[in-house]
């Protein structure tokens, strides 16, 4: 079997708790980057950026949140408020996939958005690729303008996913994936 089809057949989400050090070095991020930049975009827009937090700040970004929540009287109870101070800090690094877009651009919103989507697929390929475990979540902060304040999104930003990175600490095993028969259905004008 090709190399590149065994890499798309073995990818898995590796769960974020389950990610430990060592994760990515400096320069082992770069290479994973920029080859996950490689997606497809139409009008070379760079409908997207990332934001870099390692686990030690990640630890921060959670109280913060924490602190936001509290701040406008959200009501949290105990477990959903440990859940939010650690959501953040799982993995030695995670990466904040902003979607970027260029309002009132020949390109559709919904193009642009889709290339920030690709963007992170790619990133979980070439986690997998290195050695890497990875995980791609939301969550509500992944939505809440409060949230993008914090984190300095723009006003026309949104977050694709956090993106949990580091080393796989357990096997994780594969989930049932949908086979061809599944998915695909042949179109006839007839």
Known sequence: MDSSLSLLKTRRSTPSRLLIE????????RE??????RVPDHGLLKPWRLLLVRQSEGRKLGESVVAMCDARGDQIDASAREKDR???DRAP???????SPTPGHKVPQIEQFASAAALAQNILL????????A???????AYDRDVF?????GVNESIVGFMHLGTASAVIPDLPRPSFTDIVQ???AT
Do not use: C, N, Y
């Open 22 to 29: 060592p994760g990515p070095t400096d320069a082992q991020l």
């Open 32 to 37: 994973l980057i920029e080859a996950a930049a």
């Open 86 to 88: 650690h959501r953040f």
């Open 93 to 99: 690094l995670m990466l904040v996939l902003i979607s």
């Open 126 to 133: 070439a986690a997998h690729a290195m050695g890497f475990g």
């Open 135 to 141: 995980q791609w979540l939301t969550g509500w902060p």
């Open 149 to 153: 304040e914090l984190l300095g999104l």
């Open 186 to 188: 042949e179109w006839s």
